[in-house]
């Protein structure tokens, strides 16, 4: 299918792995124009092997002035912005929601969700005055099933979705077009790390602490396995085209049904 987004500027950010990197690819092979972004002394080798044609930069989402810079760079080598695909996130710090330090509440939203309000301050102004634009944002399943050790991520996640509601009523109108993507346990550095820390802990291999993670944290997950970043960047291309011109201020879910309500 052709998504109608040939020479559009695309923006990834936390754009060297995972559903980042993959959504490069996607919007790529569609003929969009990337500009990648990832945080300062990033290792860029794995996407030197599987794209040939980008630019990219390092930046400090944290810094509204980074963020000024990426924009910037956007307009002044490839013209413009008009798609923003905003991944950068981190998992924050477990355990008990009373245990955990302010530092720590603090990071999550720090970086998982005010760097989706500094990217969109300098992003959509740019996409307004084309009469065009796409935001995406990654959210999670714990925006709307939150898990008791991850209090910090639930609640940055939730956060970052009543963002992206609130944002699609104001831009709308302007066709700028504001929707999130909820991914459930995909297969990415920052769930490898995850199930280390749990293979370390039980004492198995990473194999088995997947298999009982399954089995005891995500029984709604009906594939039995992790996702695959590639499975949500597809979600992600679409919510980026011309193709989806009549969706605003939604959220998809691609979990495999680990989330275990309807989807209101």
Request: charged share 25%; proline share 3%; aromatic share 6%.
């Given at each position: 299918?052709?998504?109608?987004?040939?020479?559009?500027?695309?923006?990834?950010?936390?754009?060297?792995?995972?559903?980042?990197?993959?959504?490069?690819?996607?919007?790529?092979?569609?003929?969009?124009?990337?500009?990648?972004?990832?945080?300062?002394?990033?290792?860029?080798?794995?996407?030197?092997?599987?794209?040939?044609?980008?630019?990219?930069?390092?930046?400090?989402?944290?810094?509204?002035?980074?963020?000024q810079r990426v924009i910037e760079k956007?307009?002044?080598?490839?013209?413009?912005?008009?798609?923003?695909?905003?991944?950068?996130?981190?998992?924050?710090?477990?355990?008990?929601?009373?245990?955990?330090?302010?530092?720590?509440?603090?990071?999550?939203?720090?970086?998982?969700?005010?760097?989706?309000?500094?990217?969109?301050?300098?992003?959509?102004?740019?996409?307004?005055?084309?009469?065009?634009?796409?935001?995406?944002?990654?959210?999670?399943?714990?925006?709307?099933?939150p898990y008791v050790e991850e209090a910090?991520?639930?609640?940055?996640?939730?956060?970052?979705?009543?963002?992206?509601?609130?944002?699609?009523?104001?831009?709308?109108?302007?066709?700028?077009?504001?929707?999130?993507?909820?991914?459930?346990?995909?297969?990415?550095?920052?769930?490898?790390?995850?199930?280390?820390?749990?293979?370390?802990?039980?004492?198995?291999?990473?194999?088995?602490?997947?298999?009982?993670?399954?089995?005891?944290?995500?029984?709604?997950?009906?594939?039995?396995?992790?996702?695959?970043?590639?499975?949500?960047?597809?979600?992600?291309?679409?919510?980026?085209?011309?193709?989806?011109?009549?969706?605003?201020?939604?959220?998809?879910r691609v979990d495999s049904g680990s989330?275990?309500?309807?989807?209101?």
């Amino acid at each position: 299918m052709d998504l109608k987004i040939q020479n559009r500027v695309a923006i990834i950010t936390g754009a060297s792995t995972g559903i980042g990197l993959e959504t490069a690819k996607v919007l790529a092979d569609e003929g969009a124009r990337l500009l990648l972004t990832d945080q300062p002394e990033t290792d860029w080798s794995n996407v030197e092997e599987q794209l040939s044609d980008y630019q990219s930069i390092e930046a400090d989402l944290t810094s509204q002035s980074d963020c000024q810079r990426v924009i910037e760079k956007a307009t002044d080598d490839l013209g413009g912005c008009d798609i923003l695909v905003h991944t950068a996130g981190i998992t924050g710090q477990k355990g008990h929601p009373l245990e955990v330090t302010d530092q720590a509440w603090q990071e999550a939203w720090e970086i998982d969700f005010f760097t989706a309000v500094r990217m969109c301050r300098v992003a959509v102004p740019a996409m307004r005055k084309g009469n065009w634009g796409r935001c995406v944002f990654i959210t999670s399943e714990n925006a709307v099933q939150p898990y008791v050790e991850e209090a910090v991520y639930n609640c940055a996640k939730a956060s970052l979705e009543c963002f992206v509601k609130s944002l699609s009523k104001a831009e709308g109108e302007h066709n700028v077009l504001i929707n999130s993507v909820a991914p459930a346990f995909i297969k990415t550095p920052m769930t490898d790390g995850m199930m280390q820390q749990r293979a370390d802990k039980n004492n198995v291999d990473v194999d088995e602490a997947v298999e009982t993670f399954l089995e005891e944290e995500r029984p709604g997950i009906t594939a039995n396995r992790r996702g695959r970043p590639e499975e949500v960047a597809s979600v992600i291309a679409l919510l980026c085209s011309e193709r989806a011109s009549f969706v605003n201020g939604s959220n998809y879910r691609v979990d495999s049904g680990s989330v275990m309500t309807a989807n209101y």
